[in-house]
């Protein structure tokens, strides 16, 4: 079966430029997560979405937004982009049904702010 | 406070030998999960396995074993005869009942040499 797709897999933006970060959870699968992880850092939880809502937040600045749409796939949007935004920005998917809250991860996503 | 901590940034090994790997975590929950994750040279977050808190049973997958003991808070992660392909940086991580987010801990490098 097909895992979490992420895309792009890398991109180069510039400071103060905007970056949509995009993400198709696996079949059948009704949560999505984001996630950060800075250069030698552990993943960061930034936002999560369940059946299109936002299920729980945690430490994404205001400057970014998520959505989750009626497919299930999910954006990151991020706008005004800083130096330190620099990071691996990785997508989970997992099955509220399954109930075994298994969080299945993504290539990432390799942003680079320069 | 939920935290989950790593103890050993880096182990380095010689192949066919055996390596454990430390996991300590903190949660006032009595329903938790706790997981590990592998994150190879190439960046993807592999999914090794979860372990919910009332599942003190210790389990065993080929080359891999997890040690489980709610008296001490620690899951442990052991790789018996490591290889080559062992080499990455493993993390241990807790979510609790009531939130999607995972918690990671810092993350152990295992290094394997031929």
């Known amino acids: 079966a097909a895992g979490v797709i992420q895309s792009p897999r890398h991109l180069i933006k510039e400071k103060r430029e905007t970056a949509t970060l995009k993400c198709y959870p696996i079949s059948r699968h009704d949560t999505v997560y984001w996630y950060q992880q800075g250069p030698g850092q552990d993943p960061q939880f930034l936002i999560s979405f369940y059946e299109k809502m936002q299920s729980d937040k945690g430490s994404i600045p205001d400057r970014f937004s998520a959505q989750q749409f009626s497919d299930y796939h999910s954006e990151l949007n991020m706008s005004s982009l800083e130096l330190g935004d620099s990071a691996l920005y990785f997508c989970?998917?997992?099955?509220?049904?399954?109930?075994?809250?298994?969080?299945?991860f993504g290539p990432g996503t390799r942003l680079t702010v320069t | 406070a939920q935290k989950v901590t790593q103890a050993q940034t880096e182990i380095s090994v010689v192949e066919k030998e055996d390596v454990t790997l430390d996991c300590v975590y903190e949660?006032?929950?009595?329903?938790?999960?706790l997981f590990w994750y592998k994150q190879p040279p190439s960046g993807e977050l592999v999914f090794l396995i979860r372990r919910n808190s009332f599942d003190e049973q210790n389990e065993i997958s080929g080359r891999y074993s997890w040690n489980f003991q709610k008296s001490t808070s620690s899951f442990n992660f052991t790789i018996t005869a490591s290889q080559v392909v062992d080499s990455a940086v493993y993390f241990c991580?807790?979510?609790?009942?009531?939130?999607?987010?995972?918690?990671f801990g810092t993350g152990t490098r295992l290094q394997v040499f031929p």
């Open positions: 949660t006032r929950d009595t329903t938790y999960y």
């Open positions: 989970a998917s997992s099955s509220s049904l399954a109930g075994t809250y298994e969080q299945y």
């Open positions: 991580a807790l979510s609790e009942a009531n939130t999607d987010k995972l918690i």
